[in-house]
C-alpha cells in the first residue's frame, strides 16, 4: 500500500488478502481505491465484489486506464489498469458485527 486508503492488488496472492485488507482500511476512512494492473484486475474486481456483496462497501466509481510503460528491452508497452473506488456501506458495522460473530462460533 503506498498512499493512504490506495489498496494495489497483486495476481500472486488471493483476493481474499485483499477483502481483509480493505475491511481494516474502512473502519479507519469513508472511502477506499482498489488498484490493478495487468493480470491483477481478476483479483481486483473479485475483491471489490466480495466487499460489495456481504455489505461492507458499495461501488462509488470503476475507472479503466491504459498506462505505456517500457519493458526490460525499454519497448514501450501497453498494460490494462483498473482504478475502483468503495466507499463504506451503511451496513459496514452489521456486515463487521455478523463476520466476527460466525469466527468466534467456528470451532477448531
Known amino acids: 500500500m503506498a498512499a493512504e486508503g490506495v489498496i494495489r492488488v497483486s495476481s500472486k496472492a488471493q483476493h481474499g488478502i485483499y477483502v481483509n485488507a480493505a475491511k481494516m482500511q474502512l473502519q479507519a476512512r469513508p472511502e477506499i481505491q482498489l488498484h490493478g494492473l495487468g493480470e491483477a484486475i481478476t483479483n481486483t474486481i473479485r475483491a471489490a465484489d466480495a466487499l460489495i456483496s456481504l455489505g461492507y462497501a458499495t461501488l462509488r466509481k470503476l475507472e479503466t486506464q491504459t498506462l505505456t510503460e517500457p519493458d526490460e528491452a525499454g ?9 475502483i473506488t468503495l466507499a463504506k456501506a451503511a451496513t459496514f458495522n452489521q456486515a463487521l458485527e455478523e463476520f466476527e460473530k460466525s469466527r468466534s462460533q467456528v470451532k477448531p
Not at 75 to 83: D, G, S
Request: proline share 0%; hydrophobic share 55%.
Open 75 to 83: 519497448v514501450a508497452r501497453k498494460r490494462a489498469k483498473v482504478v
